[in-house]
């Protein structure tokens, strides 16, 4: 299975600023997603990381929010933008390579926002 | 839509005790279902994955089975170590690419 490099594993962040979060794959995946996790709840997609094109975001989450690149098939970030305290979560990235493959799932950014 | 529920939602053994964990699904239209661990603050890590056309899967201390038809999986823990504490989550892959979580056991292996 796929092995991901996450970064940051966790940041403590002012109200207002952004935060970029980094996920490296170690072999080409087409399909990439990024979860968050809030206190005490299970995971929730934000968005699909298509390569070539826009995301595609779940109900909930806009672009300008939660802006993603996906230059290759290796590689993507998630930016949390205007951060309130209410964004404090775990994020993770995840992939899957389709059919009846599971899914791997990045080691986390915990993010906390004062 | 796809509900998955997970009991109990904690549960605390003492060392060396055999335990069981349920997940139960709506919807028996699924490709798999995955068992994963995940530490306090970290990520996930995927214990065991059953394909739908299979009854169970074993790792090491590790059983996890399905029965589809009727929407349920049990995640067997033979000779629990402290460990093993962590929170257990299942999932469903639904069509379309969708994965769909249960709410999670947080398992306590006391010493």
């Known amino acids: 299975s796929a092995v991901i490099s996450q970064k940051p594993s966790r940041d403590i962040c002012q109200r207002g600023t952004s935060l970029t979060i980094q996920c490296q794959v170690d072999s080409q995946v087409t399909m990439m997603f990024w979860y968050r996790q809030q206190p005490g709840q299970s995971l929730t997609l934000i968005a699909t990381a298509n390569q070539g094109s826009e995301a595609t975001y779940e109900s909930g989450f806009v672009i300008d929010k939660f802006p993603i690149s996906r230059p290759n098939l290796t590689f993507s970030t998630l930016t949390v933008s205007n951060m309130s305290p209410e964004d404090s979560s775990i994020y993770l990235c995840?992939?899957?390579?389709?059919?009846?493959?599971?899914?791997?799932f990045g080691s986390g950014t915990r993010l906390t926002v004062v | 839509k796809q509900e998955v529920t997970q009991i109990p939602a904690a549960l605390s053994v003492p060392e060396g005790e055999n335990l069981v964990l349920n997940c139960s699904f709506t919807?028996?239209?699924?490709?798999?279902l995955q068992w994963f661990r995940q530490d306090p603050g970290k990520g996930l890590t995927s214990l065991l994955l059953?394909?739908?056309?299979?009854r169970e899967q074993t790792s090491g201390r590790l059983n996890a089975s399905l029965d589809k038809s009727s929407g349920r999986s049990t995640l067997y823990i033979a000779a629990s170590q402290p460990g093993d504490s962590a929170t257990y989550l299942c999932a469903v892959k639904g069509g379309a690419n969708n994965l769909f979580f249960g709410t999670g056991t947080r398992l306590t292996v006391i010493p």
């Open positions: 059953i394909q739908s056309s299979q």
């Open positions: 995840s992939v899957n390579k389709g059919g009846n493959y599971g899914y791997t």
């Open positions: 919807d028996s239209a699924i490709y798999n």
